[in-house]
């Protein structure tokens, strides 16, 4: 009886999931709108802005040798906001308030 109910719900789960995809839009359609990102090493990321969750997707560019250097967020508007570590209020003592990689990753603390 336990083995049914995971298995329907693993199911409709996975039906949830992959509903989505097979209604997707033919090429021809607009695509929805993103926000882009040139990074660091040349390379264009696009963000999309979640609507349900009201926040927009967020990328830590860690630039080529893995040094946190900016932060690239979309907003509502579908333009993009980038944070520059030097922008920071942030310190070792402060440091533990601040939730998420940035802006922790700008500092090194021992």
């Known amino acids: 009886m336990m083995h049914n109910r995971s ?6 789960v996975m039906m949830a999931l992959l509903l989505p995809e097979t209604l997707l ?3 021809n359609a607009v695509s929805e709108p993103v926000c882009s ?3 660091s090493e040349d390379e264009t990321i696009f963000l999309k802005y979640l ?10 560019d860690f630039g080529k040798d893995g040094k ?12 993009t906001i980038v944070e520059e570590c030097g922008q920071q209020k942030i ?7 601040f939730t998420g ?3 922790g990753c700008c500092l090194k603390c021992s």
């Not at 298995?7 to 409709?12: D, P, R």
């Not at 946190?68 to 333009?79: G, H, N, P, Q, V």
């Not at 310190?91 to 308030?97: F, I, L, P, Q, V």
Request: with cysteine; charged share 25%; glycine share 2%.
């Open 7 to 12: 298995m329907w719900l693993v199911t409709a």
């Open 68 to 79: 946190c250097l900016k932060r690239a967020i979309c907003t509502d508007t579908f333009k």
């Open 37 to 39: 990102y040139r990074n």
């Open 101 to 103: 990689v940035f802006p």
């Open 25 to 27: 839009p033919t090429a």
């Open 51 to 60: 609507p349900l969750l009201r926040r927009g997707q967020d990328y830590v």
């Open 91 to 97: 310190t070792c003592a402060n440091k533990d308030r």
